[in-house]
């Protein structure tokens, strides 16, 4: 089992910019992916962006890319969103998630999840 533990959410205006951090603990040799991925009120969860945990490779959604920076840091076992020129649509529980076999951008292929930290950005 992997555990999932986010921090670093809260009120932000328009323009600010937010950490996100996610400390993984237990079994994170098995862990393969890391992503971000975000739900607001009345919609589905959407992907924010991945990174790979052995060689680091990124892939961003459209929607943050050139605002969104996805980071890890192996020795500490976390991953990173960094988040820059915030707008108000940017504003959901943001969640962090593990997956053991493969890069995806789908939620339905991470087997672990934390338990969301809440982005809100005013206008």
């Known amino acids: 089992q992997v555990q999932l533990v986010e921090s670093g959410g809260g009120l932000v205006q328009a323009g600010g910019s937010l950490r996100l951090s996610c400390a993984a603990s237990g079994r994170t040799l098995s862990i393969y992916t890391m992503g971000w991925f975000r739900q607001a009120p009345g919609k589905e969860r959407e992907f924010v962006a991945v990174i790979s945990w052995g060689n680091a490779g990124t892939y961003y959604a459209g929607s943050v890319k050139g605002r969104f920076t996805i980071s890890r840091d192996n020795a500490k076992n976390t991953v990173y969103l960094q988040m820059n020129s915030l707008k108000p649509e940017d504003t959901a529980a943001y969640y962090c998630?593990?997956?053991?076999?493969?890069?995806?951008?789908?939620?339905?292929?991470?087997?672990?999840w934390g338990q969301g930290t809440q982005v809100t950005v005013s206008s």
């Open positions: 998630a593990a997956a053991a076999l493969k890069t995806s951008l789908g939620p339905r292929d991470y087997e672990y």
